[in-house]
Structure formats: structure tokens, C-alpha cells
């Protein structure tokens, strides 16, 4: 009985030294000898000495804040890149002469600055003098967009692996090369896929800024006439 009130008091006794030291943390600045032969049990190791597991804490913080920084710049770099090559794509356009030029410059830069394996246009209506694999002329109103509503209601691009009535409408039988897709809504003119033989280039969540604006310096180039 007295062994457990002397353990029920030291654990409180503990308790209140904790207590205590939380409300005056600079109490170790004061005597240093106490804090070095303080020891700090560790789960994957021997007990350390309490200024050596505060060292360590400080180095593993400073891994994960130098791992951040070098995640940030990374995609810093990326976004860089995508600007410049935003820019280039609305000067191409910018730089087409007919409607059909424009579409081709279009599909030819999504194919070389953006590295796109397989490229597909959908037009809602014709344009004179083009003609090409890539592309397919359906109707608005046309049933086989009926996959497509949603996204070209929200105006909003669409990233991942597309359903296969999606993928079965945009490349066919040749859907090999398109494992991941960037989908371009197109809101009165139609549809722009993007597809990579990498599944994990174009993920949900990514960001779609840069395809939203390349879809915006598109219909604005074709609606020049």
C-alpha cells in the first residue's frame, strides 16, 4: 500500500515538474549541467542526452524544410516553363492566317512544346480546307458528346484516365498512346484531348490554369474568322 501511494505521488510529482517547466521554458538556459545530463528515452535507439535530441530534432526539421524548398522551386521551374510555352502557343496563333492554320498550329504545338503522344480535335462545325486524322467534325447537339456535357457546361479541363466512352469517342481504336488525358472543353466550338502513354503525367487534381488558358487563346484566335 505504501509502495503504491510513494509511485501514485511521484508520478504526480512528475507531473507538476512538467507542468512547471512548461510555464518557464528558459529554466534549463539557466543551468546548462542540468541540461546536458538530462536524457531523452528514443524508440529506435539508446536514451540521448536532451541537447543532442534537440539537435536532432532541428536537423530533421531542417531536411523537411530544405525538401520543401526544393519541392517549391521545382514547381516553380515547371511553371516557368508552361508560361513561356503558353506565350509561344498565343503568339502561333496570333500568327495564323485562316481559321484552319490556327487549328494546326494549335494541334502541332499541344504535339511538340507540350510533348502530347496523341493529339485529338472535336469541331462542333466544319472549317474549309481541313482535313487531318486528329481531327473529327460531330455536331453539338450529336449523341456521342452526350459523355461530354458536364465538362463542357462547367468550362472546366478534366485530368486522369478518362472513362472509356470518353476515351472511345476521342481515339478510337488507338487508344494506346493516351493512358493519361488533359481534356480541353471548348464551349461552342468543341474539344481538345491531350493524351500521354505515361498514366501518371495528367492526374485529377493537378492544376489546369495553363489548359484553361490555352483553351481561351484558342477560341478567341478561331473566333477572328
Not at 539537435?55 to 526539421?61: A, F, H, I, P, W
Not at 481504336?173 to 502513354?197: F, H, K, N
Amino acid at each position: 500500500m505504501v509502495g503504491m501511494i510513494e509511485e501514485k505521488s511521484e508520478r504526480l510529482s512528475a507531473h507538476e515538474v512538467a507542468v512547471w517547466l512548461r510555464r518557464h521554458p528558459k529554466f534549463l538556459a539557466q543551468f546548462p549541467d542540468l541540461a546536458l545530463s538530462m536524457v531523452v528515452p528514443r524508440e529506435d535507439g539508446p536514451a540521448a542526452s536532451l541537447a543532442s535530441y534537440q539537435l536532432e530534432v532541428l536537423r530533421d526539421k531542417n531536411r523537411e524544410l530544405n525538401r520543401r524548398l526544393n519541392e517549391l522551386y521545382a514547381n516553380a521551374q515547371d511553371n516557368e516553363r508552361l508560361t513561356v510555352r503558353t506565350h509561344q502557343l498565343a503568339q502561333a496563333l496570333m500568327r495564323a492566317g485562316t481559321r484552319a492554320d490556327t487549328v494546326r498550329a494549335m494541334v502541332a504545338s499541344l504535339s511538340e512544346d507540350f510533348d502530347g503522344d496523341a493529339v485529338r480535335v472535336v469541331l462542333f462545325d466544319a472549317i474549309d480546307g481541313l482535313a487531318a486524322d486528329w481531327l473529327q467534325v460531330i455536331p453539338g447537339t450529336d449523341a456521342r458528346l452526350a459523355p461530354f456535357r458536364d465538362c463542357l457546361v462547367a468550362n472546366e479541363p478534366i485530368c486522369g484516365r478518362l472513362n472509356p466512352d470518353k476515351m472511345q469517342v476521342l481515339f478510337g481504336d488507338e487508344q494506346d498512346a493516351s493512358q493519361s488525358v488533359a481534356l480541353i472543353p471548348l464551349p461552342g466550338v468543341g474539344l481538345i484531348a491531350v493524351g500521354s502513354r505515361d498514366g501518371n503525367r495528367f492526374f485529377p487534381g493537378m492544376g489546369t490554369l495553363f489548359l484553361r488558358l490555352m483553351g481561351e487563346s484558342f477560341t478567341t484566335a478561331l473566333a477572328r474568322g
